[in-house]
């Protein structure tokens, strides 16, 4: 092909394979995306946490919810970021320092757009040492060898009462992050002790 016929295919191509980008993309974005509402999940000392396979979560992706047995988490599902509202249950003691766990997700919100453990942090408190925060869009600042909060363009929090992720104003939200701890943390997760 003649190279002025090159040009004028292309130009003739631009729109069509422009067209089908779109339309690729706006395809992807309306993908139903699974929930996990009312799935249960296990743990115990000798297996871990038992999550449905396609989800990952790290130590620093979880807060209780301070004199509730709720949880609130971080995790890529399918790899799409989520906030988790979970209630834990102790389903048998196995000494006095271990437990099997049974959590169940009890409210979930999506979050596409997020960097789970990154822009999207659970590494939060609000007014009064209020617990159980994650904020997502999260900006952040050195602070020696932690990193604070520099902004975020939202948060939520979950509401033990009405056992849903409430909206939460960002005044009062104070969040910091450990990177050594949560390098510390993960490679315990992928290296556990041996017994």
Request: glycine share 8%; net charge positive.
């Amino acid at each position: 092909m003649k190279p002025g016929r090159t040009a004028s295919t292309l130009q003739l191509a631009a729109p069509a394979i422009a067209a089908w980008l779109c339309a690729t993309a706006a395809a992807a974005a309306d993908t139903p995306v699974t929930s996990y509402v009312g799935r249960p999940i296990y743990s115990d000392p000798a297996n871990g946490l038992q999550l449905p396979p396609a989800c990952v979560i790290e130590p620093t992706w979880r807060s209780r919810i301070s004199g509730t047995e709720m949880e609130v988490w971080v995790l890529n599902c399918d790899s799409m970021p989520r906030v988790w509202l979970l209630m834990r249950q102790t389903v048998e003691m196995l000494s006095a320092h271990e437990a099997r766990l049974r959590f169940q997700v009890i409210d979930e919100r999506v979050l596409r757009d997020e960097t789970v453990g990154d822009s999207l942090s659970v590494q939060c408190s609000g007014a009064g040492n209020e617990s159980g925060i994650a904020v997502y869009g999260a900006r952040w600042r050195n602070s020696g060898r932690d990193l604070r909060l520099a902004g975020a363009r939202g948060a939520l929090r979950g509401d033990a009462t009405r056992h849903r992720l409430v909206d939460l104003d960002l005044a009062g939200v104070d969040c910091v992050r450990f990177p050594d701890r949560e390098a510390m943390m993960r490679k315990l997760q992928q290296n556990p002790p041996t017994r």
